[in-house]
């Protein structure tokens, strides 16, 4: 059985300022691990994915994770954020299971970026 | 955009209408996929469909009846839904059942 737990449900930023955006996830198996952007009235895309190799993964729109297997973590960055960063982020992990992929998603952490 | 179309992007229904959503890909993908996104929960996959022939069916209430007729479409109909079923319904697809996702806009729908 794998989870993701995302702690925090909003994150209130200033424009310009850095942030992080926390993701732990616990799997009894090798795992890959996703972060998915939901901007309003739209559906999900993919941010970035860690799927084995170099643990710092960057993505689109200036943004990067790091995936830390000690801490079963893997926290969104971004060192200056834009308003248009506002949308909602999903972190998520599958793994193998019966020859087909098994995504499980996370609540979803409300980024807001204030003027 | 990414490929994916959803109709209606809005739907209102009584508890005993009938109803369907669409989904539609031209991406050339194998796999095609039914998630519910309910606030404040996660994503829930629902059905998965591989080559035309379901391969995934997550103990989903029997009032939601899918459809993959082609590769290329998928459809979600809908009969005698309860108020707890308004959500947003995202569908996606994928290369293979190993690939990643790309996902349409989502139909919101509400159950009065």
């Known amino acids: 059985a794998q989870s993701v737990t995302q702690l925090d449900s909003q994150v209130p930023v200033f424009e310009e300022a850095p942030v992080e955006l926390r993701c732990n996830y616990s799997s009894s198996v090798s795992v890959y691990l996703f972060w998915y952007v939901q901007y309003p009235n739209q559906g999900l895309q993919l941010l970035l994915k860690?799927?084995?190799?170099?643990?710092l993964v960057k993505g689109i729109n200036g943004f990067e994770a790091e995936f830390n297997k000690s801490q079963t973590s893997f926290h969104l960055r971004k060192p200056s954020v834009h308003i248009s960063d506002t949308a909602e982020y999903f972190c998520?992990?599958?793994?193998?299971?019966?020859?087909?992929?098994?995504?499980?998603f996370g609540t979803g952490t409300k980024l807001q970026v204030i003027p | 955009e990414t490929g994916v179309t959803q109709t209606p992007r809005h739907l209102v229904m009584g508890m005993t209408n009938k109803k369907s959503l669409k989904c539609e890909q031209h991406l050339g993908h194998n796999a095609m996929y039914w998630y519910k996104q309910s606030a404040k929960k996660p994503l829930e996959l629902m059905f998965v469909y591989s080559l035309e022939e379901r391969v995934e069916n997550n103990s989903v209430p029997s009032r939601f009846s899918p459809e993959c007729p082609n590769s290329s479409h998928l459809f979600l109909h809908l009969h005698t839904l309860q108020p707890e079923d308004s959500a947003l319904y995202l569908c996606?697809?994928?290369?293979?059942?190993?690939?990643?996702?790309?996902f349409g806009e989502g139909s919101r729908l509400t159950v009065l």
């Open positions: 860690y799927l084995s190799g170099s643990t």
């Open positions: 998520a992990v599958s793994g193998a299971s019966g020859g087909y992929q098994k995504v499980t």
């Open positions: 996606a697809s994928s290369l293979d059942t190993n690939s990643k996702l790309f």
